[in-house]
């Protein structure tokens, strides 16, 4: 009996020691972590539905939702005149059309990114809503990717708009309505539009910056095929996306840049303009005309304090008929007149690192020309260009010796009467196993020539041929380093890539990668066996 008692408290306390660890509190884990986005579970009319006549369209959704961007966003396919109301009730979205839909008509929906999950903001991407005001949905689609033609990279948020093959003046739509159809690009220049008949149609794509989907501004980028395309026999097309070129020739600027030199740019490369200097000029009064590598500026370079002033004609065609009287007096800046170096000639060299490249000479890269050269010790110079702007130095440089060039100032003088201030360089000769060489063949097409240009990692052009026949290239003495080669079918032959203009139907010029990256170590050649074959 005494045990029994005893025993009785001790069961008591254990109950109520294990009650009071089961009441304590637990941070719960709350499971793992949503990453699905929200689905739709109920659409009113259903998607997919024909003979729609209503204003209204509600979609529901397994969980709350949130719409981001919705203007921006929701993309309705034929496009609308005015914009319909869409607001968000609970998990459902709702679309009020404020004007009468077309008749016999497959509209389509597109939501983008607008559809987020409240909590995780999972998004519902690209969701698809199609109806038809008819009896018959049509089903065919296109899809595509526009990329930029200068770099191939994916171009976002373009539109891409359709015309019906029975329009008016077809190829001037663009510019005069909006489409009869309508997708956009998402982040990898991807589109689709869906809801299509079968029939042809003008494909324009768009970076409409005006928001008003009509070609109407300069600056806007576009893309478009030079045929009708079907959504019955068309896969998928790439685009390439491109800002047209005004091609009429202008004088863009006129000025006196600085002391001794007036500067003209235009719009265009200008060999066919001309300039004129119609008043005698005096023999203590010299001028350099330096073209620029585009011929599109004019670097003139004169004796300044000869004279006050100097009448300049510039004529082109009927577009250009300037005569200008300019004054030679410079204003110095206040931080002009307190910079000495502004009082010496700027000089760069063609070392690399102090190294200079196997079978090069020793050369001074001047940003004026330079018109007298005074002797000094037993060095000698030579210049090597038209303008006088650059000049080798006249020795024999061996390949295993270290060499300085030392010049006291006034040694080079420029035509507006600068001059060098002491100079000193110091380099060796470049050993040949330090850097590699790349070999190849390429023939262009037969009806065009090709500018094929080999481009480092940084994406920089480091050396340029232009060939109209099969030829074997040799890129010479590089740095080791990653490389791609890039060829552009040079249509109309100015030698480097051009843009293309809907207005005169032509498109971009074609670019060509080579198929491999070529990775070029130290003393190691690429000779390229397969003849790279370029075609249109």
């Not at 001790?10 to 941070?27: D, E, H, Y």
């Not at 369209?57 to 869409?86: C, G, H, R, W, Y």
């Not at 899809?143 to 171009?155: F, L, Q, S, Y």
């Not at 010790?377 to 090597?384: G, N, P, Y």
């Amino acid at each position: 009996m005494l045990r029994t008692q005893q025993v009785r408290p001790l069961i008591v306390l254990l109950t109520a020691l294990l009650l009071s660890a089961c009441a304590n509190v637990v941070t719960p884990t709350g499971g793992d972590k949503d990453v699905f986005p929200p689905q739709v579970v109920e659409a009113v009319p259903a998607n997919g539905n024909t003979m729609f006549d209503g204003k209204k369209i509600e979609i529901t959704f397994d969980e709350f939702i949130t719409l981001t961007n919705a203007n921006q966003e929701l993309l309705f396919s034929p496009p609308l005149t005015t914009k319909p109301d869409v607001k968000l009730k609970n998990k459902t979205v709702v679309i009020k059309f404020k004007e009468d839909l077309l008749p016999n008509t497959t509209y389509t929906i597109c939501f983008g990114n607008a559809i987020k999950d409240f909590h995780e903001s999972n998004v519902f991407k690209d969701y698809f809503y199609t109806f038809s005001t008819g009896d018959c949905l049509d089903t065919l689609f296109i899809t595509g990717k526009i990329i930029n033609a200068d770099d191939e990279k994916a171009v976002e948020n373009m539109y891409v708009l359709l015309y019906d093959e029975d329009s008016d003046s077809l190829h001037f739509q663009p510019t005069r309505r909006q489409p009869d159809f309508i997708g956009k690009t998402d982040k990898e220049g991807v589109f689709r539009i869906n809801g299509l008949p079968d029939k042809c149609f003008l494909l324009f794509a768009l970076n409409d910056v005006n928001s008003n989907l009509y070609y109407d501004m300069p600056n806007e980028k576009v893309a478009f095929i030079d045929s009708l395309i079907s959504p019955y026999d068309t896969l998928s097309i790439q685009l390439k996306a491109f800002t047209e070129v005004d091609t009429n020739q202008m004088l863009l600027e006129k000025k006196l840049v600085e002391e001794g030199l007036l500067r003209f740019a235009f719009r265009h490369p200008a060999d066919k303009v001309q300039i004129t200097f119609p008043d005698e000029l005096p023999d203590t009064f010299r001028m350099v005309q330096v073209w620029s590598k585009e011929k599109d500026t004019l670097s003139c370079f004169f004796t300044p304090k000869v004279m006050d002033s100097l009448r300049v004609f510039i004529h082109y065609d009927t577009l250009i008929n300037d005569e200008t009287q300019y004054s030679l007096k410079y204003r110095e800046t206040k931080q002009q007149r307190r910079s000495k170096k502004d009082n010496f000639l700027k000089v760069k060299t063609n070392l690399r690192n102090k190294l200079l490249m196997p079978g090069n000479d020793f050369i001074l890269k001047f940003t004026e020309p330079i018109v007298e050269v005074r002797p000094y010790d037993t060095l000698q110079f030579e210049k090597i260009d038209e303008y006088g702007m650059q000049y080798r130095l006249v020795a024999t440089i061996e390949d295993s010796l270290k060499y300085a060039v030392n010049l006291p100032d006034s040694v080079f003088f420029s035509v507006r009467g600068k001059t060098n201030d002491t100079l000193s360089f110091s380099f060796s000769r470049a050993q040949r196993t330090d850097y590699g060489n790349i070999f190849i063949q390429v023939l262009p097409p037969w009806d065009c020539q090709a500018v094929i240009e080999l481009l480092n990692s940084q994406g920089k052009v480091v050396h340029k041929h232009v060939i109209d026949t099969v030829q074997r290239l040799e890129f010479m003495q590089l740095a080791p380093d990653k490389y791609k080669l890039r060829a552009i079918l040079d249509i109309d032959r100015n030698e480097r890539w051009s843009t293309g203009n809907y207005h005169l139907r032509f498109l971009p010029e074609p670019t060509i990668l080579y198929k491999d990256e070529l990775d070029l170590k130290s003393g190691w050649d690429i000779d390229l066996d397969e003849v790279w074959e370029l075609a249109h």
